[in-house]
């Protein structure tokens, strides 16, 4: 039972365009929503969250975006750069966190 | 430096043979946490504990055992390991709250023939 699912397993953006993430999740009991990035040989390392009480979270080049109501997540990334390449985990907590399988993001020159 | 530490990196072992990774961290977390993560699956908690001496099973805790003697440490052990637990393995730490931000560990890549 997968509560939180990130229905794309690679995205591939020009560099300097807009990259946009999806992430769905099941369980309305869900409160506060993260996005990790992890690059190889690397642990995930914390990129940005939201509270279920907001709708949006801004962080420089990084948005977060929450729809409630279609109990969707999406985290836009612009302009992006090479160094954003990597894969981006979504996560929501209930009483522990629950991760999403992982989204490859390719940033192309 | 803040961080998390797991050790060894990377291990290659064979059916049956016990095993332990270490994890430790220094920046005082209450919250501690094992993960593996596989192609197609994510990230998938195995055990997590409160603090010392308290813990408990995630999602996937079969094969696996902990400890949390100290506050700093939480060692993953393997008694008896298996093929399907070849996997890459997270230890993460976090103040607070166990679903608030964690710090992750480098991870620890486990094969098992």
């Known amino acids: 039972d997968q509560q939180v699912k990130q229905n794309s397993p690679s995205l591939s953006v020009q560099e300097g365009r807009i990259s946009i993430l999806n992430c769905d999740y099941t369980n309305s009991m869900f409160d506060y929503f993260l996005w990790y990035k992890k690059y190889p040989a690397e642990g995930p390392t914390f990129l940005i969250s939201?509270?279920?009480?907001?709708d949006k979270n801004e962080d420089g080049r990084f948005t977060v975006f929450l729809n409630k109501s279609a109990k969707h997540l999406s985290l836009h990334i612009v302009p992006s750069q090479p160094g954003d390449s990597a894969v981006y985990f979504c996560a929501a907590r209930a009483q522990k966190l629950v991760f999403g399988q992982g989204t490859r993001l390719t940033i192309n020159p | 430096e803040a961080q998390v530490t797991q050790n060894p990196r990377y291990l290659i072992t064979v059916t049956g043979k016990k095993l332990t990774v270490t994890c430790s961290q220094n920046?005082?977390?209450?919250?501690m946490s094992w993960y593996r993560q596989d192609p197609g699956l994510g990230l998938r908690q195995i055990y997590y504990s409160m603090n010392v001496e308290v813990t408990d099973k995630g999602d996937v805790p079969e094969g696996y055992k902990v400890s949390r003697k100290e506050k700093r440490n939480f060692p993953l052990i393997l008694e008896s390991p298996s093929p399907n637990q070849t996997s890459l393995y997270f230890c993460a730490s976090s103040p607070g709250r166990m679903g608030n931000e964690q710090f992750f560990g480098p991870g620890t890549r486990l094969t098992v023939l």
């Open positions: 920046m005082n977390h209450e919250y």
């Open positions: 939201i509270s279920s009480i907001k």
